[in-house]
C-alpha cells in the first residue's frame, strides 16, 4: 500500500488566492482526519471524517477553511481567501474503524502563504 | 479527551533504553493510550497503544499504571534513529488530540 498520499508537497501562494490541498486515504480506511501544525501551536485537528460524513468540525479556524470527502478515496481542504497566518503544515490522516490500531498519516503539505 | 503531560526534552545515549513517561491523569475508564512520534518534519508514526495493560511490540514497550493516571513508553536499545518528538494522548470519541509532546534526542 502506498499510504496516505497528500498532494501538493509544497505550495506557495499570494496572499487572497485560493488554495486546495489534496489527501488520498488508505483503500479500506474509512475514517479520516485533517491536521496543522505550526510551530506556535503544535498539532492541531481540524476536522474528521466517518464513512464521508463530516463528523467534527469544531477545530476549523474559520469559514475561510471547508473541506470535503467526496467519496471514499479522496478528500479537499480548501482555504478561501488564504492569509499568511494559515502558513503551515496540513497533515492528513486515515484510519479503520476508531482508529484501534493508529492513525496513518501522509508526508503533508508545506502550505506558505506571502 | 484526556489532557496530558509530558516533559518538553529528554536525552538518551545511544544503546541505552530511553523512558519517556506521561501524565494523564483525567483519562476516562474506555480512553486508550496511544504513543505517537514525528520525527523531523514527517507525519506523525504510531508506536503503541494500550488500555490496561502493559504492551509490547517491535517497536516499543508500554508500560500503564494500575490507576491508569501515567504510563511510560520503553525504546529498549535506542538509536540515533529515534531521535524525534514524542507524543502521548489519549484517544477518545474518535478523535485523537495531540499534546506538545517529549522530544528526544539520542546521543551517539
Known amino acids: 500500500d502506498a499510504g496516505v498520499i497528500q498532494s501538493p508537497r509544497h505550495e506557495v501562494t499570494e496572499m487572497g488566492q485560493e488554495v486546495t490541498l489534496r489527501c488520498k486515504p488508505i483503500s479500506g480506511h474509512n475514517s479520516l482526519f485533517w491536521y496543522r501544525q505550526t510551530m506556535m501551536r503544535g498539532l492541531e485537528l481540524l476536522i474528521y471524517f466517518n464513512n464521508n460524513v463530516p463528523i467534527d468540525d469544531s477545530g476549523m479556524p474559520e469559514d475561510r477553511f471547508s473541506a470535503k470527502m467526496p467519496n471514499a478515496s479522496f478528500s479537499t481542504l480548501k482555504i478561501q481567501p488564504s492569509e499568511p497566518r494559515d502558513s503551515a503544515v496540513y497533515f492528513c490522516?486515515?484510519?479503520?474503524?476508531?482508529?484501534?490500531?493508529?492513525?496513518?498519516f501522509g508526508s503533508g503539505t508545506r502550505l506558505t502563504v506571502v | 479527551d484526556a489532557k496530558t503531560t509530558q516533559p518538553p526534552s529528554m536525552d538518551c545515549a545511544e544503546g541505552r533504553a530511553a523512558n519517556l513517561p506521561c501524565n494523564h491523569s483525567t483519562i476516562s475508564g474506555n480512553e486508550y493510550v496511544y504513543w505517537y512520534r514525528q520525527i523531523h518534519s514527517q507525519g506523525p508514526q504510531y508506536i503503541i497503544h494500550?488500555?490496561?495493560n502493559n504492551e509490547t511490540n517491535e517497536m516499543a514497550s508500554l508500560i500503564i499504571t494500575e490507576d491508569r493516571k501515567s504510563s511510560t513508553l520503553i525504546l529498549p536499545h535506542a538509536t540515533l534513529r529515534d531521535t524525534a518528538v514524542y507524543y502521548c494522548t489519549g484517544q477518545g470519541a474518535q478523535k485523537l488530540v495531540f499534546g506538545q509532546g517529549t522530544r528526544l534526542t539520542i546521543n551517539p
Open positions: 490522516a486515515s484510519s479503520l474503524g476508531s482508529g484501534t490500531y493508529g492513525y496513518t
Open positions: 494500550g488500555l490496561k
